[in-house]
C-alpha cells in the first residue's frame, strides 16, 4: 500500500470552517497531522450576525488528540485570521479559501448590497486573507492555496449573477498567483465542489444531500495541498466520490486579413463564424501561452508583409504599392 499523506508540522487555515465543507477539511487535516485555524464568523447562509461554530469544530479536533484554534473573524479582515496562525502555532503553510454566502436573485432584484456582500466575502475576502499570508509563504518558500469556485461559477446559473461573478473571479486570481508563485514554491488549486450543506439544503433533493457529503470533497483538497501534489493553476471538481479536472478550450480560429493594412469587416466575420466557431483541432493553451499565440498571428501578418515587398518590382516600389 502507498503511503499515507501527512501534514505533520504543517499549520493550516481554513475559512469558513465552523460547518459545511470547511468543517470536513479541517477535521481531515487535523487527522493527517495539521495544526489547524478554525475559522469562521459564524452568520447566517446569507451573511447576517456572527456566532461561535469555529469552538464546536476546535473541540471535536480536540478531542481526537489534534491541534486547532478558533478565530472569529471575517475574512473581510483576513490579515486577523492569519495572525491567529501566527500567534498560536508561529507559521502558516496552507491557506484554504472556503468562507462563503449566498444572496440569490434574479438579477434586477439584485440590490448594490447583494452584489457587494457577494464579492466582499467570496471574491476580496480570499484576496486579502491570501496577501496577508504570501510573505510568509515567499519567506519560507513553501505555501499551499486552494480557492473555492463552484459550478454557477463556471457555467452561470439562473438567479446567481452575484455570486457566480465572484466564484469565476477567484479562478481568475488563482490563475495569476498560480504564476506569481511559481519561483516561491507557492501553488494555488481551485476545487469546485458540490456537497450537501446548509448552502445547498432546499436546492439539493434529500437524498442527494445525503448522499454528497462534504467528507468526500475534503481528500481532493488534502492531495491539492500535500508538499507531493506538483500542480498549480489547476481547476478540480468534486463531489460524491467523484473528481475530474477542467482546461480551457479554444478553437483553432482563423485570421481574417492577409496584411496588417487590411481592415477587417463585420461580414467578414460572419462568413466566416462556421470555421470560427469550429472545434475540430481546437487548441487548449495554458498561462501566457494565450497570448504568445496571438502575438504569432500579427508575426505572419507582418512576415507575409515584407515577403510581398520584397518581391515587388522596382517600378511597384517606386510606386510605393
Ligand atoms: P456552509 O454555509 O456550510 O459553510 C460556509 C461557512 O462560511 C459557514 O460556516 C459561514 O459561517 C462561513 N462564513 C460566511 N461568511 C464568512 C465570513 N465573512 N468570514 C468567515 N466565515 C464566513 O456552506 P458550504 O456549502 O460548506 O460552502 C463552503 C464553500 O463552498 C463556499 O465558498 C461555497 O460558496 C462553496 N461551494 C459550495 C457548494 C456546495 O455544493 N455546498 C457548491 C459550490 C461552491
Known amino acids: 500500500m502507498s503511503s499515507e499523506l501527512r501534514f505533520d508540522g504543517k499549520v493550516t ?3 469558513g470552517a ?12 487535523a487527522e493527517r497531522g495539521s495544526a489547524v485555524v478554525v475559522n469562521d464568523l459564524g452568520g447566517s447562509a446569507s451573511g447576517e450576525g456572527s ?38 502555532f508561529g507559521r502558516i503553510d496552507i491557506l484554504v479559501n472556503n468562507a462563503g454566502i449566498l444572496r ?6 439584485t440590490s448594490d448590497n ?11 475576502g480570499s484576496f486579502v486573507t491570501t496577501r496577508a499570508a504570501w510573505p510568509h509563504f515567499r519567506k519560507q518558500n513553501y505555501g499551499r492555496i486552494i480557492m473555492t469556485s463552484s459550478v454557477a461559477g463556471i457555467y452561470g446559473n439562473f438567479g446567481q449573477s452575484n455570486y457566480s461573478a465572484a466564484k469565476l473571479g477567484l479562478l481568475g486570481l488563482s490563475n495569476t498567483l498560480s504564476i506569481e508563485g511559481k519561483k516561491y514554491n507557492i501553488h494555488c488549486n481551485t476545487i469546485v465542489p458540490m456537497a450537501g450543506s446548509r448552502l445547498t439544503k432546499g436546492i439539493l433533493p434529500p ?10 470533497v475534503a481528500p481532493v483538497v488534502l492531495w491539492l495541498c500535500h508538499d507531493s501534489c506538483a500542480d498549480t493553476g489547476s481547476v478540480i471538481e468534486a463531489a460524491a466520490g467523484w ?19 487590411d481592415p ?35 508575426q505572419d501578418l507582418m512576415e507575409k508583409d515584407a515577403n510581398r515587398a520584397a518581391n515587388l518590382s522596382p517600378v511597384e516600389q517606386a510606386l510605393n504599392w
Open 13 to 15: 487555515v481554513v475559512t
Open 104 to 109: 440569490d436573485k434574479s438579477v434586477v432584484n
Open 51 to 88: 456566532g461561535r461554530a469555529a469552538d464546536v469544530v476546535v473541540n471535536e479536533i480536540k478531542a481526537k488528540g489534534g491541534k486547532a484554534v478558533a478565530d472569529y473573524n471575517s475574512v473581510e479582515e483576513g490579515d486577523k485570521i492569519v495572525q491567529t496562525a501566527i500567534d498560536n
Open 114 to 124: 447583494d452584489w457587494d456582500l457577494i464579492h466582499r466575502v467570496h471574491l476580496r
Open 207 to 216: 437524498d442527494m444531500m445525503e448522499g454528497m457529503r462534504p467528507d468526500l
Open 243 to 261: 473528481v475530474g479536472k477542467y482546461r480551457w478550450e479554444r478553437t483553432k480560429g482563423m485570421t481574417l486579413r492577409e496584411s496588417t493594412n
Open 18 to 29: 465552523g460547518g459545511g465543507l470547511g468543517r470536513a477539511y479541517a477535521l481531515w487535516f
Open 264 to 298: 477587417i469587416l463585420p461580414e467578414a466575420v460572419r462568413d466566416n463564424w462556421e470555421q470560427i466557431s469550429d472545434f475540430n483541432n481546437s487548441l487548449h493553451p495554458k498561462g501566457s501561452e494565450a497570448s504568445m499565440l496571438l502575438g504569432k498571428v500579427l
